[in-house]
């Protein structure tokens, strides 16, 4: 896995990254995910991953497919990882490995579900 920060939208002041990661799935397909958070947890860092959309290309037409759809709010998969952090040839590495531990990982949800909860609560 990769990681890639691409330029999402257009205007210089207010440029948003966005950090993309190259993987393969469990049958050997090549993936594209974006991270949307990273989180701690116990002492421990982890990541919140979900599908990136290739037609999330932040223009302003009115002629891609993606803006027909605006109102519904399409299905996302997410995915959380343990973060990994290493160092090869002086230079510190990412590694996304997933949670083994089920229960651990119903306590991952549980703690992610809660924070974008609160996030909304912000929002609104």
């Known amino acids: 896995m990769y990681s890639d920060e691409q330029n999402v939208g257009g205007m210089a002041a ?26 701690f947890y116990n002492g421990e860092e982890y990541v919140v991953l979900g599908d990136a959309h290739e037609s999330d290309c932040g223009c302003e037409c009115e002629h891609c497919d993606h803006h027909e759809d605006e109102e519904e709010e399409d299905a996302i998969n997410l995915y959380i990882m343990k ?3 290493s160092e090869e040839d002086g230079e510190e590495i990412e590694e996304f490995v997933p949670v ?3 229960a651990l990982l119903e306590k991952l949800i549980e703690v992610v579900q809660a924070d974008f909860e609160s996030d909304e609560e912000i929002e609104d």
């Open 100 to 102: 083994a531990d089920e």
């Open 14 to 39: 207010e440029e948003e990254t966005r950090d993309l990661i190259e993987g393969v799935d469990e049958e050997g397909n090549n993936v594209l995910l974006e991270v949307v958070r990273y989180f």
């Open 83 to 85: 973060v990994i952090e």
